[in-house]
């Protein structure tokens, strides 16, 4: 995997990834677009989501909505890692079994998101989950 990131002014960035796709990285405090540690926060996000969608879809189950609500806590000083991270995932379906989501947020965890996989070894990631009925 290849990617490049190109200073444009200021404090704006923009990525291109392999693939051809463009992201915009702003790092100032009133950036117009996400920080690079926003980033990781959104990717470990979608990479587990990912997972838990596909996950209930093949238990099939009725999933209408998933969402990950991410909360982080960072160090204080320099370089400000990320010491915790909590995913609190929001499924939306009919009928959707409990037992099924905390399977498919326990194997997103410890066998198939990469982006958790990979910040695990130095980050608390923790996970939650809710199930509501379609409405």
């Not at 198939?112 to 990631?125: F, N, P, R, T």
């Amino acid at each position: 995997m290849h990617a490049n990131v190109k200073w444009v002014e200021g404090d704006t960035f923009i990525g291109k990834s392999e693939s051809g796709h463009n992201v915009v990285f702003d790092t100032s405090n009133d950036g117009a677009a996400p920080s690079p540690m926003e980033m990781v926060l959104m990717s470990i996000g979608c990479c587990s989501s990912v997972d838990v969608v596909s996950i209930l879809k093949k238990a099939r189950q009725d999933v209408i909505a998933a969402k990950v609500e991410l909360s982080s806590e960072r160090a204080d000083s320099a370089p400000r890692v990320f010491k915790k991270i909590n995913l609190h995932f929001v499924i939306t379906g009919n009928a959707v079994s409990e037992k099924h989501v905390e399977r498919a947020v326990k194997l997103s965890a410890e066998k198939y998101c990469s982006v958790a996989l990979m910040l695990e070894k130095s980050v608390e990631i923790t996970h939650s989950f809710e199930v509501l009925a379609a409405q």
